[in-house]
């Protein structure tokens, strides 16, 4: 069974930094892309920020020059290193995964369980 195991959220004030990590655990044949979103109390959830397999990292407008995703394959793992963090950021971060896990024919969406990122004035 595939999972998906965030860490790295926090409490920290405006203009610090954190790291985030997750990890994609199980039989996995490939993954087509893996990213960050995030849900803020009474808001959709939204992307954050997407490193697909083999292609172009995305951001999301409002954390770019901010937030750096970055992966290391070998571990199926993906990371957002979030730097000069605004009270705008306060929100549960979710890791995504596309990926085909064994033993399936198409490509599966997964979700992290969810990691509190607040960030205080």
């Known amino acids: 069974q595939v999972q998906l195991v965030e860490s790295g959220g926090g409490l920290v004030q405006a203009g610090g930094s954190l790291r985030l990590s997750c990890a994609a655990s199980?039989?996995?044949?490939?993954?087509?892309?893996m990213g960050w979103y995030r849900q803020a109390p009474g808001k959709q959830r939204v992307l954050v920020a997407e490193?697909?397999?083999?292609?172009?990292?995305n951001y999301a407008d409002s954390v770019k020059g901010r937030f750096t995703i970055s992966r290391d394959n070998a571990k199926n793992t993906v990371y957002l290193q979030m730097n000069s963090l605004k009270p705008e950021d306060t929100a549960v971060y979710y890791c995504?995964?596309?990926?085909?896990?064994?033993?399936?024919?198409?490509?599966?969406?997964?979700w992290g369980q969810g990691t509190q990122v607040t960030v205080s004035s």
């Open positions: 490193f697909p397999s083999g292609g172009s990292t």
């Open positions: 199980g039989s996995i044949v490939s993954i087509n892309t």
């Open positions: 995504n995964a596309v990926l085909r896990p064994e033993g399936s024919y198409y490509a599966r969406n997964y």
